[in-house]
């Protein structure tokens, strides 16, 4: 049987795949990257497409290499209950909770705010996504061959708009790039890696992995090693595709900041880099882009929490389900874009070490025999880690001094944790835990043997 498929093909999933990814995220935290970042521009992007572009194309991987039908089941090799948690709390962070809400916030600061008064915003925001989420619920209930449509005609549609953009802010910068702010002055890459984790595009590879894997195996590709190829020529297509807009976006940053001074969050840095080079006429093509493509990801990501919550509790019906996801993501995004990306950052920073590692012990997992006590083990270590590194995040959001319970565990973790410091204290902890237990593993089975 011919396990190799024409370019095409792995051209056509590719850009399926970059559909899926491509979203609120993809256009604003680059941009703000941007911004902070200045004159160490190159050394923090470097660090945000690891996490940016790299971590998806693993996740994709993994659940290729995993053979796992689902997230869920690929999560149970730690344990059932445990695989239920990660599962609910991913869906709902990609979903209701963050980037769903993202979405309306989203379209609306890059395509509507422009041209709404200074003191009518809030007001502005509560009926754009008002409407915005009554369409993606309409859309979600009614599920047509119009969104695929629109996903395949907008998907080249933004990449060719954005390529224009950006080939105009190569040519004739809006600035000169600034020096660096922040956390980004010293340990630029580090920054750019955690910034990375906003995105969100690592977690939702764990789903989308499913059905890049399907779209394979439709195209008659049906042995491991002939999935995994495919798989991985066309995550190839699609994150080239993404790391090239994120180079591009975070460069527009740098060099919008002497003309529009830092912004809150990136949303009008493309915006008014639209209206710089294209007045009035890019502006509007911009909003209906951006507001169409906001649009069919929050379409896909109720669907698909709606799809999975159902599968977790039967008795709720499909339609409850997607009607309370789209109410909570209507109230969600009214608190604003900068509280959004505010309060998500804890749950990333707890959530992203755990889905890292699941990663890590999928393609190593042959190494020691699948046994679930790696699994456990470097779960567990890594956990302990992760959670603080999200209540520590919480306070840092909300302004306020650590809990007393937190600040022996936090105190130890900085005087004993290589990187800690830097947000990565679980990742040479759960590396050791992997080798001492799959070498414990390995000797076990050679003494049976």
Known sequence: MNEKLPFSKYTAIGVMLFALFF?????????QLGQNAGSNL???????????????????????????????ELASRVNPTYAIFFTCLLYLTI????????????????????????????????????????????????????????????????????????FMVVTKPMGVIQAPVGGYANGAFVKGFLDGYNTMDALASLVFGIIVINSVRALGITS???????????????????????????????????????????????????????????LVLLAVLIILACLTTAIGLTTACAEYFQTLFPRFSYKS???????????????????????????????????????????LSPLFNHKRIVYVLTIAITFLISIFD????LCQSLEIDYFGWMVPVVSFYENTLPLYNKGLGWLLPALVV??????????QRTSKD
């Open 42 to 72: 190159w050394l923090s992007v470097a660090g945000f497409l690891i996490t940016g572009v790299g971590l998806p194309l693993l996740g994709i991987l993994a659940m290729g290499f995993s053979g796992s039908r689902n997230l869920q």
């Open 23 to 31: 979203g609120a995220g993809n256009l604003i935290f680059p941009a």
């Open 224 to 282: 491991k090693r002939g999935v995994l190829g495919a798989t991985v020529k066309s995550g190839l297509i699609a994150i080239s595709i993404l790391g090239a807009i994120y180079i591009g976006i975070a460069y527009m940053g740098a060099t919008s900041t002497e003309s529009l001074g830092i912004t809150e969050n990136g949303g009008p840095v493309l915006s008014s880099a639209a209206s710089y080079y294209f007045g009035e006429i890019g």
């Open 95 to 166: 979903g209701p909770f963050f980037a769903s809400p993202r979405t309306g916030t989203v379209a609306y600061e890059v395509g509507i705010a422009p041209f709404v008064s200074e003191g009518f915003q809030q007001g502005g925001l509560l009926i754009f996504t008002f409407l915005f989420f009554a369409a993606t619920l309409w859309f979600s209930l009614n599920p047509a061959k119009i969104v695929d449509n629109v996903g395949k005609i907008l998907a080249p549609g933004i990449v060719i708009l954005l390529a224009i953009l950006l």
């Open 390 to 393: 999200g209540l520590k995040s």
């Open 321 to 363: 389900l997607v009607i309370f996801f789209v109410t909570l993501s209507f109230i969600f995004a009214n608190f604003g874009l900068t509280n959004i990306i505010t309060f998500s950052v804890p749950v990333l920073m707890f959530l992203y070490p755990l889905a890292i590692v699941l990663m890590i012990l999928t393609f």
């Open 434 to 443: 992997i080798i001492i237990t799959a070498v414990v593993s390995r000797l």
